[in-house]
Antibody, heavy 120, light 108 residues
Framework: QLQLQESGPGLVKPSETLSLTCAVS??????????WGWIRQPPGKGLEWIGS???????YYNPSLRSRVTISVDTSKNQFSLKLSSVTAADTAVYYC????????????WGQGTLVTVSS | EIVLTQSPGTLSLSPGERATLSCRAS???????LAWYQQKPGQAPRLLIY???SRATGIPDRFSGSGSGTDFTLTISRLEPEDFAVYYC?????????FGQGTKLEIK
């Protein structure tokens, strides 16, 4: 069964870079034809898509975050990563990694999420 | 960017009742690209419906989706205690994904 697990620091200082990794188990990122993505949810608020990536490295990002976001993939480790630069308190959120289903129309498998707090 | 507006913000119903949740798009969305999720406190969202009306694997048949163009609906025919949660709609278009702000379904 496919499983996704986010990992990374739970506390990041303002102006620094947030870095998270999503480890995928139960399927190979490079042998499947799926896209993968990051979504975040500020405490008590709704969901916001951050960006998505294919195993080849092809990416597309939320225009509102594009200037600060980099998503990359490491097929040897079967994982993909998120970097968000110049963070502020507004970037405090639960960050989820997820798989995009066939046709990349919807997110069918999700990680449990990890809370990242931006604070000095 | 396509904006999704969900209504009502909060819906108070009793177990056994029927729930109707609405998702309205700021411009037309292909039915193939509209999905619904359920989220319980402290949990990740769970895919319920994709392609506006297709149930995801393992989703009970009391959940159904309908709609086209700019108006979509999630219906829960007979509420079970475990159905009380927050529900989000989501669309895909022009290589972007947007979510509605959510409808909280609470026990009356």
């Amino acid at each position: 069964q496919l499983q996704l697990q986010e990992s990374g620091p739970g506390l990041v200082k303002p102006s620094e870079t947030l870095s998270l990794t999503c480890a995928v188990s139960g399927d190979s990122i490079s042998s499947s034809s799926y896209y993968w993505g990051w979504i975040r949810q500020p405490p008590g608020k709704g969901l916001e898509w951050i960006g998505s990536i294919y195993y080849s490295g092809s990416t597309y990002y939320n225009p509102s975050l594009r200037s600060r976001v980099t998503i990359s993939v490491d097929t040897s480790k079967n994982q993909f990563s998120l970097k968000l630069s110049s963070v502020t308190a507004a970037d405090t959120a639960v960050y989820y990694c997820a798989r995009l289903g066939p046709g990349r129309r919807y997110f069918d498998y999700w990680g449990q999420g990890t809370l990242v707090t931006v604070s000095s | 960017e396509i904006v999704l507006t969900q209504s009502p913000g909060t819906l108070s119903l009793s177990p056994g009742e029927r729930a109707t949740l609405s998702c309205r798009a700021s411009q037309s969305v292909s039915s193939s690209y509209l999905a619904w999720y359920q989220q319980k406190p402290g949990q990740a969202p769970r895919l319920l419906i994709y392609g506006a009306s297709s149930r995801a694997t393992g989703i009970p048949d009391r959940f159904s989706g309908s709609g086209s163009g700019t108006d979509f609906t999630l219906t829960i025919s007979r509420l079970e205690p475990e159905d009380f949660a927050v529900y989000y709609c989501q669309q895909y278009g022009s290589s972007q994904y947007t979510f509605g702000q959510g409808t909280k379904l609470e026990i009356k």
